[in-house]
């Protein structure tokens, strides 16, 4: 019998092996980091967690079964179910897009080898183990951050340090529980508790001001390695959030825990829509856009209700769908320019990057909660839950969204600009005149496109999924 | 290793801390890679010799042990940056004169400063905070070694020396938490850690360097 959460840890961490001996096929790489992903994630969402279920040669799995791992327990609970889905599913996505925009990089063993920790993080008990492997996690995606040939990224030293930060916190939590449990009569500890946890996971979703990361990670770093930490590997801090909360009824009880988070998030939509629209930089323009969409997630968990955190976590799903295709496109349109992303030396490659260009449009009106996107599901159900409440909230919040298309709309102008069209007559761009999207990439990217669209045609298609996992959360079940 | 640290358990107490202090502040201090791994290196002495009066000498030995491999890397990695710097000196001009490594410069002087003041923060917030489980001596390296740790995060955005600042921040956290969570579970995680950082800055100080001969080439 080969329990789930073995499975689940040691298949990505197997296969990481093989994809970085045989990332020089990168067709061969990409198809083995894609399928083992998609594998894992349809294992996850679709075996029963109960019931054993027969495979190979006559071996049982049994996704459920608890594994005792040096005395500390392994266990696959019904909010990891989708939460893991959710995770191996946009790394999937990842990897799929990396086949043609990064190939041969090592975002796909690191990949692979990230989500192995990650759902470790996820699934392991008590949650102080899960703070060491997030981590462990942090410490590994600098080596798929940073670029082959380039010099040290900014971001992935900038995440590993607010990573390191939040460590303690969470591990003297954990000791403060402990004592209150002998001691209930000491609520000091529980304030204590409060504080310290409020302090980590700022550090750790990025909550100004220690959202300094951010842009890091997004502009100084490869694209996708860059959309990996900041929708897999903060999506799995998101569900480690909700396990504490689910674990600590009396944190999301706390007087001051609605306003608190009402602040901060205003805090991270104000000033990521403030920012955005200033950027010359493609990379620090998504890490602002990243701000506002986290900002928005922690709003809707400011409501305080199921239906809050029913939006919370719709943001969270649809989040990839904007980032991930922006930094393809950044990725793309960085290829054309000779590895820049600020608008001077981009000026004129859309038209030799369409693509690129087009990833970059779609996943921006996402990211800024647009129509005709993935984003705008979340972000205009949220608009509609916050305006009878508050209505200066979601006018932020819209404002915001305009921020981040302004950005998008100087990038678009800067990427169209027509040779002649430059302010010294000259086109600025120096990259390879030679360079080409392909056929391939442009079926890649028009993949992702069409997925980002219909998500935002149809919401249905996930919606539910959030609905779903609400059920499993009872910290606002009043 | 465990009769060498039995050996200088007199130690083990205020001159531990004061050696805590004087590596902490050298880190904070020089850029010179050599008194830099080196001070790394007797930092983590003097933090095994306090961890001793904290848990089993065996498993302070083995984060030891742990601290003095990253020390090898770091040592592995600048030896090989500084062989090719060196190669790089002619076409930058003259190398820096003898007597002037003596000589204290402006940026220099501004971090011991910086590090006296936040040392004697740490130990004011040492005595007026004391940490729980652990007696105040090691309360007041616990605080250096974090407080110096973030000033050199904030003095530097090298590779080299964010790992550093990482570790003594990471230091002093685990000389506090090991009173408290005596698990080896959570000492070997920890010492992952450490070791995944010092692989991390040094990966990328590879990188820096591979794309410093590039550019020499190009």
Same mark, same amino acid.
């Given at each position: 019998?080969?329990?789930?959460?073995?499975?689940?840890?040691?298949?990505?961490?197997?296969?990481?092996? *093989?994809?970085?001996? #045989?990332?020089?096929? =990168?067709?061969?790489?990409?198809?083995?980091?894609?399928?083992?992903?998609?594998?894992?994630?349809?294992?996850?969402? @679709? #075996?029963?967690?109960?019931?054993?279920?027969?495979?190979?040669?006559?071996?049982?799995?049994?996704?459920?079964?608890?594994?005792?791992?040096?005395?500390?327990?392994?266990?696959?609970?019904?909010?990891?179910?989708?939460?893991?889905? &959710?995770?191996? !599913?946009?790394?999937?996505?990842? !990897?799929?897009?990396?086949?043609?925009?990064?190939?041969?990089?090592?975002?796909?063993?690191?990949?692979?080898?990230?989500?192995?920790?990650?759902?470790?993080?996820?699934?392991?008990?008590?949650?102080?183990?899960?703070?060491?492997?997030?981590?462990?996690?942090?410490?590994?995606?600098?080596?798929?951050?940073?670029?082959?040939?380039?010099?040290? =990224?900014?971001?992935?030293?900038?995440?590993?340090?607010?990573?390191?930060?939040?460590?303690?916190?969470?591990?003297?939590?954990?000791?403060?529980?402990?004592?209150?449990?002998?001691?209930?009569?000491?609520?000091?500890?529980?304030?204590?508790?409060?504080?310290?946890?409020?302090?980590? &996971?700022?550090?750790?979703?990025?909550?100004?001001?220690?959202? @300094?990361?951010?842009?890091? *990670?997004?502009?100084?770093?490869?694209?996708?390695?860059?959309?990996?930490?900041?929708?897999?590997?903060?999506?799995?801090?998101? &569900?480690?959030?909700?396990?504490?909360?689910?674990?600590?009824?009396?944190?999301?009880?706390?007087?001051?825990?609605?306003?608190?988070?009402?602040?901060?998030?205003?805090?991270?939509?104000?000033?990521?829509?403030?920012?955005?629209?200033?950027?010359?930089?493609?990379?620090? #323009?998504?890490?602002?856009?990243?701000?506002?969409?986290?900002?928005?997630?922690?709003?809707?968990?400011?409501?305080?209700?199921?239906?809050?955190?029913?939006?919370?976590?719709?943001?969270?799903?649809?989040?990839?769908?904007?980032?991930?295709?922006?930094?393809?496109?950044?990725?793309?349109?960085?290829?054309?320019?000779?590895?820049?992303?600020?608008?001077?030396?981009?000026?004129?490659?859309?038209?030799?990057?369409?693509?690129?260009?087009?990833?970059?449009?779609?996943?921006?009106?996402?990211?800024?909660?647009?129509?005709?996107?993935?984003?705008?599901?979340?972000?205009?159900?949220?608009?509609?839950?916050? =305006?009878?409440?508050?209505?200066?909230?979601?006018?932020?919040?819209?404002?915001?969204?305009?921020?981040?298309?302004?950005?998008?709309?100087?990038?678009?102008?800067?990427?169209?600009?027509?040779?002649?069209?430059?302010?010294?007559?000259?086109?600025?761009?120096?990259?390879?005149?030679?360079?080409?999207?392909?056929?391939?990439?442009?079926?890649?990217?028009?993949?992702?496109?069409?997925? %980002?669209?219909?998500?935002?045609?149809?919401?249905?298609?996930?919606?539910?999924?959030?609905?779903?996992?609400?059920?499993?959360?009872? !910290?606002?079940?009043? | 290793?465990?009769?060498?640290?039995?050996?200088?358990?007199?130690?083990?107490?205020?001159?531990?801390?004061?050696?805590?202090? *004087?590596?902490?502040?050298?880190?904070?201090?020089?850029?010179?890679?050599?008194?830099?791994? =080196?001070?790394?290196?007797?930092?983590?002495?003097?933090?095994?010799?306090?961890? @001793?009066?904290?848990?089993?000498?065996?498993?302070?030995?083995?984060?030891?042990? $742990?601290?003095?491999?990253? %020390?090898?890397?770091?040592?592995? $990695?600048?030896?090989?940056?500084?062989?090719?710097?060196?190669?790089?000196?002619?076409?930058?001009?003259?190398?820096?004169?003898?007597?002037?490594?003596?000589?204290?410069?402006?940026?220099?002087? &501004?971090?011991?400063?910086?590090?006296?003041?936040?040392?004697?923060?740490?130990?004011?917030?040492?005595?007026?905070?004391?940490?729980?489980?652990?007696? $105040?001596?090691?309360?007041?390296? %616990?605080?250096?070694?974090?407080?110096?740790?973030?000033?050199?995060?904030?003095?530097?955005?090298?590779?080299?020396?964010?790992?550093?600042?990482?570790?003594? !921040?990471?230091?002093?956290?685990?000389?506090?938490?090991?009173?408290?969570?005596?698990?080896?579970?959570?000492?070997?995680?920890?010492?992952?850690?450490?070791?995944?950082?010092?692989?991390?800055?040094?990966?990328?100080?590879?990188?820096?360097?591979?794309?410093?001969?590039?550019?020499?080439?190009?």
């Amino acid at each position: 019998v080969i329990a789930g959460p073995l499975l689940l840890l040691v298949l990505p961490l197997l296969m990481a092996g *093989v994809v970085y001996i #045989l990332l020089r096929w =990168t067709a061969l790489s990409a198809l083995l980091a894609v399928g083992t992903a998609v594998a894992l994630g349809i294992v996850v969402l @679709t #075996l029963p967690v109960d019931q054993p279920v027969r495979v190979w040669g006559g071996r049982e799995i049994v996704l459920g079964e608890t594994v005792t791992f040096f005395g500390r327990e392994l266990v696959l609970q019904q909010a990891d179910r989708i939460a893991m889905a &959710f995770l191996f !599913f946009t790394a999937a996505g990842i !990897f799929f897009l990396a086949w043609r925009e990064e190939p041969r990089s090592l975002l796909l063993p690191m990949g692979l080898g990230l989500l192995s920790l990650l759902s470790g993080a996820l699934l392991i008990r008590p949650l102080i183990y899960a703070a060491l492997l997030v981590e462990i996690a942090a410490a590994l995606s600098v080596f798929a951050l940073q670029a082959e040939g380039e010099r040290p =990224t900014r971001g992935g030293l900038r995440y590993l340090t607010f990573t390191t930060l939040a460590l303690p916190g969470l591990l003297i939590t954990h000791w403060l529980m402990e004592r209150y449990a002998l001691t209930p009569d000491a609520t000091e500890l529980l304030s204590m508790s409060a504080a310290l946890l409020t302090i980590s &996971f700022s550090l750790l979703l990025g909550v100004a001001p220690f959202h @300094t990361w951010v842009p890091a *990670v997004a502009s100084d770093s490869v694209p996708l390695a860059g959309a990996f930490v900041l929708t897999i590997s903060n999506g799995a801090v998101w &569900f480690l959030l909700f396990d504490f909360l689910e674990t600590y009824p009396w944190l999301s009880s706390h007087p001051r825990f609605d306003p608190l988070i009402s602040v901060a998030s205003l805090a991270m939509v104000i000033l990521g829509g403030l920012l955005a629209p200033a950027q010359r930089r493609l990379g620090t #323009l998504m890490g602002y856009a990243a701000l506002v969409d986290s900002g928005a997630a922690l709003m809707a968990l400011g409501i305080g209700s199921k239906q809050g955190l029913v939006l919370s976590l719709l943001s969270l799903l649809m989040r990839p769908f904007g980032l991930v295709l922006m930094a393809a496109g950044i990725g793309g349109l960085r290829a054309s320019s000779g590895g820049a992303d600020d608008l001077d030396a981009l000026r004129g490659s859309g038209w030799r990057a369409p693509w690129s260009t087009a990833a970059l449009l779609v996943g921006g009106l996402s990211a800024a909660g647009l129509p005709v996107s993935a984003g705008f599901v979340g972000r205009w159900a949220l608009g509609r839950a916050l =305006t009878p409440s508050d209505v200066g909230a979601a006018l932020i919040l819209l404002l915001a969204g305009l921020g981040i298309m302004i950005g998008i709309w100087r990038g678009l102008t800067a990427l169209l600009a027509r040779p002649g069209n430059s302010e010294n007559g000259q086109n600025q761009n120096t990259g390879s005149p030679d360079h080409s999207e392909g056929g391939l990439r442009a079926v890649v990217v028009a993949v992702a496109i069409a997925g %980002c669209v219909v998500v935002g045609l149809f919401p249905q298609i996930l919606a539910p999924l959030a609905i779903q996992l609400v059920e499993v959360y009872t !910290f606002f079940t009043p | 290793v465990i009769e060498l640290l039995a050996s200088v358990s007199f130690l083990a107490s205020m001159p531990a801390v004061a050696g805590v202090l *004087v590596t902490a502040g050298l880190l904070v201090i020089s850029r010179n890679w050599r008194i830099t791994v =080196t001070a790394l290196a007797l930092q983590y002495f003097f933090v095994v010799l306090l961890l @001793t009066r904290l848990i089993y000498p065996e498993v302070a030995a083995v984060k030891g042990l $742990t601290g003095w491999l990253i %020390c090898m890397v770091f040592y592995l $990695t600048e030896r090989r940056a500084s062989a090719i710097e060196q190669t790089e000196v002619p076409e930058k001009g003259e190398p820096v004169q003898r007597w002037r490594r003596w000589v204290l410069s402006a940026r220099a002087s &501004f971090y011991l400063l910086a590090g006296m003041l936040v040392s004697v923060v740490a130990y004011t917030v040492a005595l007026r905070f004391p940490l729980p489980e652990v007696p $105040t001596d090691i309360t007041i390296a %616990c605080y250096l070694l974090a407080g110096l740790g973030l000033l050199l995060l904030g003095l530097s955005q090298a590779p080299m020396q964010v790992g550093i600042g990482l570790l003594t !921040f990471l230091s002093g956290f685990d000389l506090f938490y090991v009173a408290l969570e005596p698990s080896l579970a959570v000492a070997g995680l920890l010492g992952a850690v450490s070791f995944l950082i010092a692989l991390a800055a040094a990966y990328l100080r590879a990188a820096e360097m591979a794309a410093r001969g590039e550019e020499v080439i190009l």
